[in-house]
């Protein structure tokens, strides 16, 4: 009999700190960068964002997504026999997070546990691996995170990339099943737009060599995101054998609100069924998808045997699309 994949709880965590737009451009303006709550609403749909207190990491997050995944899906840590963090601001530059979360979780069965670094694509790339790992009879019972403190990694002199993002983490429990959750996956890279996303500074000789803050061309990634998502979506609903008609929920990264309305209407689904938490959350990279899927989940939104689409787009260029049955 062939064996599948399913999403059996979901979680998420926000850090307690909320910063909204006026908060921040009053923040900004004492270093004389000037934005304002009207423009990033209107060109981002944000309206506030949350960040982690000074010395909590990732893995605080994740760990906080982690035990409320596991409690939707009735099962203990002990249970899990593999575990992925999606992350691009990891705890250290090694370990992985997903060690350093293993350990949090207080687990001792010697489960394997990794990263995925893929940017605001990490969630649908670590999904996507782990429902192929159990596919293959290597894994039962699977966490699934995404987090993210980028607050760390941004540059708050830089008006265009400072007002976007925000920090969070998401999480899901996949388990083996005889019935199909996971139904299809889709992964693309393009690394010749390294550039267009990135931190490019990195550790060497004892010390930062190069630019340790995100920087990005907006438009441009902007360009590529729209055009890459419907793609990406297209083949996802073609391999599962499902038309776009039979999607209840998109379940967009959660980067900007007019990318979503682009996705949405190039698809033909109307708004009502696109999630969308970017106004509360600002952009979470890894985070994002896993931070709205749960909140649709909690909120009596997603329903058990719906269609959902999850679609991610980020640096490396990456970008990839999950078609999944709840
Ligand atoms: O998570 C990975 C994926 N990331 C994304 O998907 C992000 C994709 N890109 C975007 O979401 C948008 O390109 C941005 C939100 C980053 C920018 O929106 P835009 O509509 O492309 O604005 P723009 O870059 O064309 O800038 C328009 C104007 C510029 O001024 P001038 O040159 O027209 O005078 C900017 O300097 O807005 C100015 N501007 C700002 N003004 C106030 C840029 N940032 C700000 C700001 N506050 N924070």
């Known amino acids: 009999m062939r064996r599948y994949s399913r999403i059996v709880g979901t979680g998420s965590y926000l850090p307690p700190r909320r910063v909204s737009n006026d908060e921040l451009a009053a923040e900004l303006a004492g270093k004389g960068v000037e934005t304002s709550d009207e423009w990033i609403i209107e060109r981002t749909g944000i309206h506030a964002r949350h960040f982690a207190d000074e010395g909590v990491c990732s893995s605080d997050l994740a760990l906080q997504a982690a035990q409320r995944a596991l409690e939707a899906a009735g099962l203990g840590a002990q249970e899990l026999d593999l575990i992925i963090v999606a992350t691009s601001t990891p705890d250290m530059v090694f370990p992985s997070t997903a060690a350093i979360l293993q350990h949090k979780l207080g687990i001792s069965n010697g489960c394997p546990a990794f990263d995925v670094q893929a940017v605001c694509s990490g969630f649908v790339y670590a999904l996507a691996v782990a429902d192929a790992m159990v596919q293959a009879g290597s894994a039962r019972c699977v966490l699934v995170v995404g987090s993210e403190v980028f607050s760390r990694i941004l540059d708050f002199s830089d008006r265009t990339t400072c007002v976007l993002f925000g920090d969070g983490a998401g999480a899901v429990v996949l388990q083996a099943s005889d019935t199909p959750g996971i139904l299809a996956s889709d992964l693309h890279a393009d690394g010749q737009h390294v550039g267009l996303l990135c931190v490019p500074g990195h550790v060497s000789g004892g010390g930062i060599l190069g630019d340790p803050l995100l920087r990005m061309d907006g438009q441009a990634v902007f360009k590529l995101a729209v055009s890459v998502l419907e793609k990406t979506a297209h083949a996802a609903l073609e ?33 009502e069924k696109v999630v969308v938490t970017v106004a509360e959350h600002g952009n979470t990279s890894a985070a994002s998808i896993p931070l709205a899927l749960d909140h649709a989940v909690r909120a009596g939104q997603i329903k058990p045997g ?21």
Request: aromatic share 6%; proline share 4%; charged share 15%.
């Open 239 to 271: 391999k599962a054998g499902i038309a776009a008609t039979e999607v209840d929920w998109l379940v967009p990264h959660q980067a900007n609100i007019r990318i979503m309305q682009s996705t949405a209407r190039r698809l033909h689904l109307p708004m």
């Open 306 to 326: 719906q269609n959902v689409l999850l679609e991610g787009v980020g640096g490396g260029f990456t970008w990839g699309s999950l078609l999944v049955k709840m």
